[in-house]
């Protein structure tokens, strides 16, 4: 493959990091290590194809307390879209703005600090605002460390690096 004169482990960790930027299913696993149950795959199917064509479709999940959606959909989904479409704006709406910047806060911190998210979404910067109710601007960037020049990936990490992070392939 792209990666083969790496360690096979490593290849395989980059291929997942690729596959996770355009399947919402393999992000769930590879970066926010949730192995998607049952109730939760009909939610990604629908989220995947908002991912593949936003076109301001709508998709409305009522499930109760302690099934996911917050993680899954309120987390997880929009920092997928944060990496996928940078350039785009995001509104992140609750019934009380604490809710709002707790969850704003939960995918700042999953972009500006996860190596799995910044290897999976881009390897570079990302800048991306997300919009409260209180029309209160986060601004979230992404650094994955080593920038390329402009427009250009930035080069696979060092041999040994995802076992110093502690991941599996």
Known sequence: ???????????????????????????????????????????????????????????VIIAPPGSGKTQLVGVGFTAWMIGRYPERHYGLLSYADAVAWSRSFAIRSLIENDPAYQLGLEQARHKAMLETEEN?????????????????????????????MGWDA
């Not at 990091?17 to 992000?27: G, M």
């Not at 979230?140 to 076992?163: C, D, Q």
Request: contains cysteine; charged residues 20%.
């Open 1 to 59: 493959g792209q990666y083969s004169r790496m360690p096979p482990s490593t290849e395989k960790i980059l291929q997942r990091a690729a596959l996770a930027r355009q399947d919402f299913s393999e992000f769930c696993r590879f970066i926010l290590k949730i192995n998607p149950a049952k109730h939760q795959l009909e939610w990604i199917k629908a989220l995947q194809a908002i991912g593949d064509n936003p076109a301001g479709q709508r998709v």
């Open 136 to 164: 209160a601007y986060i601004e979230a960037v992404a650094n994955s460390g080593a920038l390329a020049e402009e427009g250009e990936p930035a080069p696979p990490p060092e041999p040994g690096y995802f076992a110093s």
